[in-house]
C-alpha cells in the first residue's frame, strides 16, 4: 500500500514537472507557439486590403494576377535600369544582392514594398535611387515575382546600349571626373573591343572588368615608433592584421587599444562612393561612349 501511495505521488510530480516544462518552453522570448504549416503567418496576421502587404505579413499570400504582357514589360524595365548591378536575371551582380531571395522582394506582393527602395529609403546603404514610375515598379515586381528560386534564370537578351556615347564622352571627361584616374589612351584603350556592354555597365559600378578584376586592397599599419608598413590587406578584424609586403615579406601585427594604426585602401572606393549619386542616364551614357572605344 505504501509503495502504491509512493508511486502514485511520483506520478503526480512527474505530471507538474512536465507541466512546468510545457509552461516554461511556451514562455521563450522569440519562439513562436506551433509548428504547424501556415502557423507563423497566421502569427503574422492576414495581409493588408488593398494594395499589396506589409512588412510583416506572411509573403506566401496569394499575390494579385498579372498579366504575360506586364512581365515582358517588368523584365525590360529592369535589364536597362537595374541589371548593372543585380545580373541579367537578378541573381546578383557586380555590386548588387540577389533579390529572388531577398526577403523585400519576397514578402512584396504588388510592388509596394519594393517602390520605397527604389526611390531611394535605402540611399544610406548603397542603393541609389532611380526615377522609376510606379507602374514601372509594378511590373518589374511582377516579373522578379515569376522567377523561379533557384539558382539560375533566362538569361536576358535586351540591348543595353541606349545611352547618348556623345553625352557620355562629356561626362567622363567632365561632371563623371572618369579622366582623373583613366585614360582613353591608356588602362581604358580598346576596351569596347574587348569585353560585351553588360561587362562594361558592370564596370562602371563597381571598377572592374571581366571576373574578379581589379586591385585588392592595399593597407598601411602605423607603428607606435612612427615606423609605416604597407602592403596588399591579407586579413583585418578586432585583433590583428595581416598584409603582404611588395618584396612578398608576410607580416601580422596585434591590434591593441587601437595601436597600431590602420588604414585600409580601396582603390575601388570612388566606384563605390558613387552608386549613391549615380543617374540611369549617366551610366547608360558612359556605356554607350565605352562601346566606341575600339
Known sequence: MKLMRSGSRLYWIAVSVAALGLV????????????????QGAAMGPGRAGRGRGPGDAYNA??????????????D????????????DARGGSVGPNLIRNKVVMDDQNGELIEPVVHGSRAAQGMPPL??????I?????WLHSQPLGNRGEPSTLDIVVGNAAAGKAYFNGAGKCSTCHSVTGDLAGIGGKYPAKTLQNAIVSGRAGRGGGAGETVTVRLATGQKVEG??????A????????????RSFYINDGEPQVAVHNPLQVHIDMLRTWKNSDIHNLTAYLTTLK
Do not use: W, Y
Open 131 to 136: 526615377s522609376l514610375s510606379d507602374p514601372d
Open 62 to 75: 496569394p499575390r494579385p494576377p498579372v498579366t504575360a504582357a506586364e512581365i515582358a514589360h517588368g523584365k
Open 232 to 237: 596588399r590587406l591579407d586579413h583585418l578584424d
Open 77 to 88: 524595365v529592369f535589364s536597362a535600369n537595374c541589371s548593372f548591378c543585380h545580373g541579367d
Open 138 to 142: 509594378v511590373a518589374v515586381a511582377a
Open 239 to 250: 585583433f590583428i592584421v595581416s598584409l603582404t609586403e611588395k618584396d612578398g615579406t608576410h
Open 24 to 39: 516554461v518552453v511556451a514562455q521563450q522570448p522569440g519562439e513562436m507557439v506551433g509548428s504547424a504549416p501556415g502557423a
